[in-house]
């Protein structure tokens, strides 16, 4: 697999910031144990979020304003599955639980559920977001180099939208920005 044409999903990349540097793995990760067959963290590494140092910056960079910026932070990580052949390979399937928090990171506004599976040169990713009193917005699809997956609806005052999320990684930080540029 060409690693240099992988890009992120969700929230992989705050759990390889995290946890490359302690060479720990993916079952220690999600339970703390050590697995026979768990895959190194650092076999995870790929070309994250383009990184960037402010919201402006990444909506410079998404070549407009985005209708929505959230910030998503990395809490749980779980039911790594590595199947054949062992390590980082096509048809690998993490779960992730995020926090989710205004673009100021001032305030938890919600959390969003990840499901991404390894593919080859891509990861493919769906994402839900859960805003309470808001609804949910959903985003499906692969990440390419441009880091960006349609939206492809919603609940409540997102019933109906599509657009575009892109995600970003926050310099200095293990989080991730997604940039929403929503439509109705």
Do not use: W
């Not at 992730?96 to 673009?103: A, D, Q, R």
């Amino acid at each position: 697999m060409n690693r240099r044409n992988m890009a992120a999903c969700g929230a992989v990349t705050a759990l390889v910031a995290t946890t490359a540097v302690s060479g720990a793995t993916m079952a220690q990760a999600n339970s703390g144990s050590v697995a026979d067959s768990a895959v190194p963290i650092a076999q995870i590494h790929h070309i994250p979020g383009r990184p960037v140092g402010s919201v402006a910056q990444a909506e410079r960079l998404m070549g407009g304003q985005a209708t929505l910026n959230l910030i998503a932070h990395l809490v749980d990580f779980l039911n790594p599955q590595d199947v054949d052949p062992p390590g980082f390979s096509p048809g690998d399937v993490y779960l992730s639980g995020v926090k989710v928090f205004n673009e100021k990171r001032s305030q938890v506004v919600g959390t969003d559920a990840e499901h991404f599976e390894v593919g080859f040169d891509t990861y493919s990713c769906q994402i839900t977001i859960k805003l309470p009193g808001r609804g949910k917005i959903r985003a499906d699809g692969a990440f390419f180099e441009d880091n960006v997956i349609p939206v492809t609806g919603g609940t409540g005052e997102f019933a109906g939208v599509g657009g575009e999320l892109h995600v970003f990684l926050l310099k200095g930080h293990q989080d991730e920005l997604y940039s929403f540029q929503l439509s109705s």
